[in-house]
C-alpha cells in the first residue's frame, strides 16, 4: 500500500502536521524532541519552539517515565508500533492523560534521516468516564456511601495492615430500627431521604481512618482501621447520641433508631478468615441488640 502522507508535496505535508488535531512529536532515535506540531505544545502549555530539543521522556509523568522507557526500548529494539497511556506534565505542572502511538521511521527518500513519530491523543474526558463508571460501580447511588463490594475491600485492607502489623481491626454493623414502618407510613420518597440524612450524619462522627458503608436497604456498616474493641466502643456511644436526633422532613417528624453490633479480631490473624469472623460476630451483635431494644 502507498504511503499517501510520503508522497505529498513537503508543503501539503507541513500543512498537515501543523493543522493535525492530535499533538504530533518528531524525535531523535534517542528522544530528543526535533518537532512538534501546535497541538502538542497547547497539550502542553508551552511554546513549541522551547521544546525543541528536549528529551520527549522529561514531559512524562515520573510515575509513567519507568513504563514510556520499557516502551521505548521495544520500541528501538523491535521497530514496530506501540500504543501505551500515560500522562504529561504540563507547564503549569498540573498533568494530561493521553494515548501515545510511537512507530519508528528508518528515514525517507527525501532524505530525512531516521526518527521517531509520535502521536498523542488527549484522553481526558475517557479517563473521567472510565473513573465515573468505576465509582459508581463500587458506591451507593443513594447515599453517595461506599456500596457492599468496595467495604469488604477496605476491609480485607484494613485486615492485612492488622496482620502485618499485628494491630487490631473492628467493624461496626448498624441496622435502621422501625423503617419498614418509615416507607409503609409515609413512602419511599421521605425513606430515600431517611438514608441519606442517616448517612450525612454518619460520615460526620467518623474518624478519617474509619470507612462508612451501605451494605443492605436500612444497613450500615463502618470498618475501624488500627483500632481497639474500647476505640469502636466509643464510636458506636458517638453514634448512638448524635445520629439518633428526630429528622424534621417537610412537615413530618421522623423518630430515629439503630440497632448497633461491634465486631472485633486482633492483629496477626489471617485476613480471610479473619473478614467471616468479624462481618459474623457485628452482625450477631446487631441483631442480639435489635432483640432487645425490642
Given amino acids: ?21 492530535m499533538g504530533i512529536v518528531l524525535a531523535t532515535p534517542s528522544g530528543l524532541l526535533v518537532d512538534a506540531n501546535p497541538a502538542f505544545a497547547a497539550m502542553l502549555g508551552r511554546a513549541a519552539d522551547e521544546l525543541r530539543g528536549c528529551s520527549v521522556l522529561d514531559m512524562i509523568h515520573p510515575e509513567d517515565a519507568p513504563t514510556a522507557r520499557e516502551s521505548y526500548t521495544q520500541q528501538m529494539s523491535r521497530g514496530r508500533p506501540s500504543r501505551q497511556e500515560l ?14 502511538t510511537t ?15 509520535v502521536i498523542l491523543e488527549d484522553i481526558t474526558e475517557r479517563k473521567e468516564l472510565e473513573a465515573a463508571l468505576v465509582h459508581r460501580s463500587l458506591h451507593d447511588p443513594l447515599t453517595g456511601l461506599p456500596n457492599r463490594i468496595l467495604f469488604g475491600d477496605r476491609l480485607k485492607h484494613a485486615l492485612e495492615r492488622g496482620h502485618r502489623e499485628r494491630t487490631p481491626t473492628c467493624v461496626i454493623g448498624i441496622d435502621l430500627d422501625g423503617f419498614k414502618e418509615i416507607n409503609d407510613r409515609h413512602g419511599h420518597p421521605v425513606g430515600d431521604q431517611v438514608l441519606v440524612a442517616f448517612a ?7 474518624r478519617a481512618s474509619d470507612t462508612a458503608a451501605r451494605v443492605g436497604g436500612d444497613e ?43 465486631g472485633t479480631v486482633t492483629g496477626g490473624i489471617e485476613p480471610d478468615p479473619a473478614l467471616d469472623q468479624l462481618v459474623r460476630e457485628a452482625d450477631d451483635a446487631m441483631y442480639a441488640d435489635k432483640a432487645r431494644r425490642r
Fill in 220 to 262: 450500615f456498616s463502618i470498618v475501624c482501621e488500627n483500632s481497639e474493641r474500647a476505640d469502636a466502643e466509643a464510636l458506636a456511644e458517638r453514634l448512638r447520641h448524635t445520629v439518633t436526633d428526630p429528622l424534621q422532613i417537610g412537615a413530618v417528624t421522623i423518630p430515629l433508631g439503630m440497632s448497633i453490633g461491634i
Fill in 200 to 206: 450525612e450524619r454518619l460520615t460526620s462522627v467518623l
Fill in 103 to 117: 512507530s519508528w521511521v528508518a528515514g525517507t527518500p527525501e532524505g530525512d534521516p531516521p526518527h521517531l513519530v
Fill in 1 to 21: 500500500m502507498t504511503n499517501t502522507a510520503s508522497t505529498l508535496p513537503p508543503a501539503d505535508r507541513r500543512s498537515a502536521f501543523d493543522n493535525a488535531p
Fill in 87 to 100: 500522562r504529561l506534565v504540563r507547564g503549569d505542572g498540573s498533568t494530561l492523560p493521553v494515548q501515545v
